[in-house]
T-cell receptor
Framework: EDQVTQSPEALRLQEGESSSLNCSYTVSGLRGLFWYRQDPGKGPEFLFTLYSAGEEKEKERLKATLTKKESFLHITAPKPEDSATYLCAFLSGGYNKLIFGAGTRLAVHP | DGGITQSPKYLFRKEGQNVTLSCEQNLNHDAMYWYRQDPGQGLRLIYYSQIVNDFQKGDIAEGYSVSREKKESFPLTVTSAQKNPTAFYLC??????????????FGAGTRLSVL
């Protein structure tokens, strides 16, 4: 069965303290791995999509990487405004179906 | 501004009542989706539609119904058969050509509670 697991469930960082969020998956034939940011009470905001192992994408303080079994979201020198829940998802099935992890709640304190 | 509009932001349902959540997009996207989000869980797919007048059940379709009469609109009805409707409902859309077809964009959500 296709599934995705995110860790840790919650992460507290001091401003400027770099860290990484993990998304591990088991899927028969990965067709795309997606990262979203979700603020409380709002819809997810698209960040990155990765299609093949070894691929990397960057946006400001965020960098997403992909291997054959997992993806990492690296946060460099985070700021309080980076506080949010980060969701990963992968494409499954013959149609455009996303399987989501439960997310990592990130809190960055000044 | 192009985007996905969900309404209302908050909705309350009485026992035995059907309620309808609205989702409109002006992105000219072909495909639209409804997800349900519960605390501590990932988003789960309720229904999706790839073209007008066609839609398919997702993983948790029981107690829900949809229609797709226009490309821009994909309303979700939560029926009285859905015994645990309290959740955050999210609508999404995507184009359907090339690799960009895989990127789903989300609305701001509707929070449904039971009175």
């Amino acid at each position: 069965e296709d599934q995705v697991t995110q860790s840790p469930e919650a992460l507290r960082l001091q401003e400027g303290e770099s860290s990484s969020l993990n998304c591990s998956y088991t899927v028969s034939g990965l067709r795309g791995l997606f990262w979203y940011r979700q603020d409380p009470g709002k819809g997810p905001e698209f960040l990155f999509t990765l299609y093949s192992a070894g691929e990397e994408k960057e946006k400001e303080r965020l960098k997403a990487t992909l291997t054959k079994k997992e993806s990492f979201l690296h946060i460099t020198a985070p700021k309080p405004e980076d506080s949010a829940t980060y969701l990963c998802a992968f494409l499954s099935g013959g149609y455009n179906k996303l399987i989501f992890g439960a997310g990592t709640r990130l809190a960055v304190h000044p | 501004d192009g985007g996905i509009t969900q309404s209302p932001k908050y909705l309350f349902r009485k026992e035995g009542q059907n309620v309808t959540l609205s989702c409109e997009q002006n992105l000219n996207h072909d495909a639209m989706y409804w997800y349900r989000q519960d605390p501590g869980q990932g988003l789960r797919l309720i229904y999706y539609s790839q073209i007008v007048n066609d839609f398919q059940k997702g993983d948790i379709a029981e107690g829900y119904s949809v229609s797709r009469e226009k490309k821009e609109s994909f309303p979700l009805t939560v029926t009285s058969a859905q015994k645990n409707p309290t959740a955050f409902y999210l609508c999404a859309s995507s184009i359907y050509q090339g690799k960009a077809k895989n990127i789903q964009y989300f609305g701001a959500g509707t929070r449904l509670s039971v009175l």
